[in-house]
Nanobody, 127 residues
C-alpha cells in the first residue's frame, strides 16, 4: 500500500520561507518520479516542480523558478520543496504525487503522469 504524506505547510508573511516534505513508502517511491502540484480555490491544479528518482531530471514551473527548490533524500523516502520569497499568489493546497507506471519519463509536468497522490498541505501567504 503506497502512501504519500505531505507536511510543512502553514501561514507565512510575504517574503518568508517554508519547506514542504513529502514522505513516501519503500523502494517503489525511491525509484519513482515525484511531482509537486498546487491548487487554489476556484483554480485548476498547477504544476510546480518535479524530480526524477536519480535527481538527474528536475523541472520547475516558470512561476516558481528561482524561488523554489525541489530535492529528495532517498534514505528518508522524502521529497522536499523549499519555498523562498513567498508571495500571496503562492497560497494554495500543495500536493505531492508519485508516478508508479513510468509516465513521468514522457509527461513529468502533467498531473496525468502521476497515479499516487498525497492529501495535501495548506500554504497561506499573507500580505
Amino acid at each position: 500500500q503506497v502512501q504519500l504524506v505531505e507536511s510543512g505547510g502553514g501561514l507565512v508573511q510575504a517574503g518568508g520561507s517554508l519547506r514542504l516534505s513529502c514522505v513516501g513508502s519503500g523502494r517503489t517511491f525511491i525509484r519513482s518520479g515525484v511531482g509537486w502540484f498546487r491548487q487554489a480555490p476556484g483554480k485548476e491544479r498547477e504544476f510546480v516542480a518535479a524530480i526524477g528518482w536519480s535527481d538527474g531530471m528536475i523541472g520547475y514551473a516558470d512561476s516558481v523558478k528561482d524561488r523554489f527548490t525541489i530535492s529528495r533524500d532517498n534514505a528518508k523516502n522524502t521529497v522536499y520543496l523549499q519555498m523562498n520569497s513567498l508571495k500571496p499568489e503562492d497560497t494554495a493546497v500543495y500536493l505531492c504525487a508519485m508516478d508508479s507506471k513510468g509516465l513521468f519519463r514522457v509527461r513529468p509536468r502533467s498531473a496525468a503522469a502521476y497515479d499516487i497522490w498525497g492529501q495535501g498541505t495548506q500554504v497561506t501567504v499573507s500580505s
